[in-house]
């Protein structure tokens, strides 16, 4: 398609200037909010004062997780040192970054700027992507690798019509895929959908036959790790907060699309599964050899992006529940590829009348979001601890007291839990009364824990503290309300006092009696 008159000139400008706004802001602000409760425990699983690789790795054995974010996160503080809020979020806002580039170049040669740049700008106005390239997890790596794989895999589809095996190719697509799964083992199933839909396009045996020794050759390190990961993982991965019923899947699916784009991308990325099916039958058969078919690419990335989901679905119903909403953030570049391409064929048909308003409106609506980088709240709508506990530790009276500390109990951290997770924006030699309580317990039951006391001493001066809950994402607002209005009818509160709840940010709450 033709990409060279002045409106596609306007709309490459646009979406570049809109792309670079975005990287610019998932650098900003890094280190001016608090760490999240996730974040807590890369702080803990990649902690730089670990001097060895092999204590950072015993330590790091013990997640779930396998060890390949956590290394570099590590490798990374330990080389540039500094704070960790800062460098970790800085080496994630440079992956997600870095992942726009390779988007940038994982089009076929003859697609223009105007549709690569078009994908880029849809990614980095994406919530998922923002998110998590302002949060140290591994998430933001994620999009990195899955992005490599869909940049080698659609080498290897362009030179499969040849008959080539492209053996090069598909030694990079084996270090990639391997390289993945021990970062993330969602990324596991993403390889083996490369390898599965490239297996559809083969024209010879000897591809064939290649692609599966790539796919064993990823596959079987992965199995013979994980069987020795297992015995070091620290969690009863039986006690998750996965589930296999209809309502918690309906939930995930629907949040993961979500957040992978905005209404206007969400409408073209719908469009795009059913016009690739219909290029493809209708328009070029598979049979064909080319290798710039884009009906081909579509199918391709569309199977990649189907792969993933549908075996995780699989897997939870067969063994562990392991499907979730960020099984799409394993698929995210994938999807915006394939955004990218449908969005600029729907672009490239439209007569000279509509071009401009809707290139106008698009401009306008990845403009706004970009912007928010900027002037939105960002990071501060997450769990504020640093505010919580340094509100605590301030209160008079309540210095060399013990501070009472609830949330739930986190199995990965054999020891001083209230210090090294819990208590990170607290001074170790405040004393803190650490008050587990499971995933399974409810707020009935938790109110029939040592808390009521606590709050009883409160209101008697015994005990000058009050209480932080944290970590409590189970429960909502009101949740929290209906509890302290339960504790306060338990222990008779009186008329003179009352039990207030100051909540910082998401998930961080103070309860006092005034």
């Not at 079987?220 to 589930?243: N, R």
């Not at 209160?395 to 951290?413: A, L, N, R, S």
Request: a neutral charge; proline letters at 4%; one cysteine or more.
């Amino acid at each position: 398609m033709d990409q060279s008159g002045l409106p596609w000139r306007v709309g490459t400008l646009g979406f570049l200037l809109i792309a670079a706004m975005c990287a610019i802001g998932a650098f900003y602000q890094l280190d001016t909010a608090s760490l999240t409760t996730d974040e807590f425990f890369t702080a803990y699983f990649a902690d730089a004062s670990q001097i060895s690789t092999s204590a950072a790795i015993s330590r790091i054995a013990e997640d779930v997780h396998p060890p390949g974010y956590y290394l570099l996160t590590w490798a990374s503080l330990r080389l540039f040192g500094g704070d960790f809020t800062l460098t970790a979020r800085a080496l994630s806002a440079f992956l997600s970054v870095a992942t726009l580039v390779v988007i940038y170049f994982s089009f076929p040669r003859k697609i223009g700027q105007f549709t690569r740049l078009f994908a880029v700008a849809g990614a980095a106005t994406s919530s998922a992507w923002f998110y998590y390239a302002q949060e140290a997890r591994s998430y933001a790596l994620v999009f990195l690798l899955s992005a490599a794989l869909l940049f080698i895999g659609l080498r290897i589809l362009r030179a499969l019509p040849s008959g080539s095996l492209a053996l090069p190719l598909l030694a990079a697509l084996g270090g990639v895929g391997l390289a993945s799964a021990l970062s993330h083992y969602y990324l596991l199933l993403l390889a083996g959908s490369v390898v599965g839909m490239l297996l559809l396009f083969t024209w010879n045996w000897g591809q064939r036959v290649a692609l599966v020794v790539t796919g064993f050759a990823i596959l079987l390190p992965v199995v013979a790790f994980i069987s020795w990961h297992e015995g070091q993982i620290v969690v009863d991965t039986q006690k998750t907060w996965f589930s296999v019923d209809a309502k918690f899947l309906g939930a995930h699916l629907y949040k993961g699309f979500l957040d992978i784009q905005r209404p206007l991308l969400r409408a073209i990325l719908v469009f795009a599964f059913f016009a690739s099916w219909v290029l493809l039958f209708l328009k070029r058969p598979i049979t064909q050899k080319s290798s710039d078919d884009i009906s081909q690419i579509c199918i391709f990335v569309t199977g990649c992006c189907f792969g993933p989901l549908l075996a995780g679905i699989v897997i939870s119903f067969l063994s562990d529940p392991i499907f979730s909403f960020r099984m799409f953030l394993v698929i995210a570049p994938f999807i915006w590829l394939l955004v990218g391409l449908i969005g600029g064929y729907v672009f490239s048909r439209l007569k000279a009348k509509l071009f401009w308003p809707l290139l106008c409106i698009t401009l306008i609506v990845f403009t706004s979001i970009s912007l928010s980088r900027f002037f939105g709240d960002g990071l501060s709508q997450r769990e504020n601890w640093r505010d919580s506990a340094a509100f605590v530790e301030q209160m008079p009276g309540c210095t060399g007291k013990t501070i009472p500390v609830v949330g739930f109990e986190q199995d990965y951290i054999s020891a001083n839990e209230a210090d090294v997770f819990y208590g990170y924006y607290m001074d170790v030699s405040q004393p803190k009364d650490w008050l587990k309580i499971s995933f399974e317990n409810d707020l009935a039951s938790l109110s029939g824990t040592a808390l009521p006391g606590l709050i009883k001493a409160r209101i008697t001066d015994e005990q000058q503290c009050p209480l932080l809950l944290w970590s409590v994402h189970h429960w909502s607002r009101a949740d929290i309300e209906a509890f302290v209005k339960d504790v306060g009818e338990q222990i008779s509160v009186p008329v003179t006092r009352s039990i207030k709840i100051s909540e910082f940010g998401l998930d961080s709450y103070v309860v006092m009696v005034e």
